[in-house]
């Protein structure tokens, strides 16, 4: 997905954002909003929006003085979401199709999210999840690419968002490598979050290489590469991920919330769909190059 004049608005929420958790005063953030401007002018339009926004946190966090202004958030979302795990457990254990709802759950868990959003609602989110079908829903296709699938790659995307993870992995009933990011790059989960929410007990742990809020795989370690190309299935979580990997020919299944409509146009196109069935909030699970649902 290429950058659109339409993520601008959003750019500048998160410079906003980010530059007032960081602990910067107003002078300061004031700073960092206008020194940002020759950026947003000057995006990439080739690029993804997850590849731009590398330089504006980059920005954000030299002049900050902050490398992780994040850090706090991420402590707490991992915190919050592990207070939930016998609740989330349970639901799953307890429900008809305990695969299919600890799908659901994982893609609840996308709601935490600090760059595309700076406010959720979390039991939302999950009741939500729950009890609508998705806008885009090829679960059935993911099951049974799963019964055929011996190498498993398992791309993570935020803090928190990590133990809905978990409850997924421990369901997938085969080996995962579980790929976070290498630096600090928003609420994004690195390898220390994965120990944290215990994915390490579970599987086996890798990182990108890269501190993007996406998998730009041209970008990304020879090392994650060659697992990303060894892969029989790519199960890719959050927005940032499908935005750097949606034209990307690979094993892939797309399991996200909608948090914009750019977003919501692209997914909707790569599934063959007319615009208007999907928007945003609306939770998506979409085999890669498959039409219609």
Do not use: W
Request: net charge negative; with cysteine.
């Amino acid at each position: 997905m290429r950058t659109s004049p339409d993520c601008k608005p959003c750019f500048r929420r998160q410079v906003r954002h980010a530059a007032e958790i960081s602990g910067a005063g107003p002078r300061l953030v004031a700073e960092i909003l206008r020194a940002a401007e020759p950026l947003l002018a000057t995006l990439d339009s080739r690029l993804s929006p997850p590849e731009n926004a590398i330089s504006i946190y980059e920005l954000i966090a030299g002049m900050s003085g902050v490398a992780d202004p994040f850090a706090g958030c991420k402590r707490e979302s991992n915190s919050a979401a592990l207070k939930l795990l016998p609740r989330l457990t349970r639901l799953v254990s307890e429900s008809d199709d305990p695969l299919r709802t600890a799908a659901r759950l994982s893609i609840a868990g996308n709601v935490i999210d600090y760059g595309a959003q700076q406010n959720f609602d979390l039991e939302a989110a999950i009741a939500d999840c729950l009890d609508r079908t998705p806008a885009i829903d090829h679960f059935e296709s993911l099951r049974e690419r799963l019964a055929r699938a011996g190498r498993i790659l398992y791309l993570a995307d935020n803090c928190g968002e990590l133990v809905f993870d978990r409850i997924f992995i421990e369901r997938l009933g085969k080996p995962v490598t579980l790929a976070v990011k290498r630096f600090p790059i928003i609420n994004d989960a690195l390898r220390e979050d994965g120990v944290a929410c215990g994915l390490d007990r579970i599987c086996r742990l890798i990182d990108n290489g890269t501190g993007c809020p996406g998998t730009p795989l041209a970008s990304c370690s020879p090392e994650f590469q060659a697992e990303f190309r060894a892969a029989d299935l790519i199960i890719s979580k959050g927005q940032g991920n499908f935005e750097t990997l949606s034209e990307i020919a690979a094993p892939l299944f797309f399991l996200f919330l909608v948090k914009c409509p750019a977003v919501a146009r692209h997914a909707a196109d790569r599934a063959g769909l007319p615009p208007a069935d999907v928007g945003r909030g609306d939770p998506v699970i979409l085999e890669a190059g498959r039409s219609p649902n």
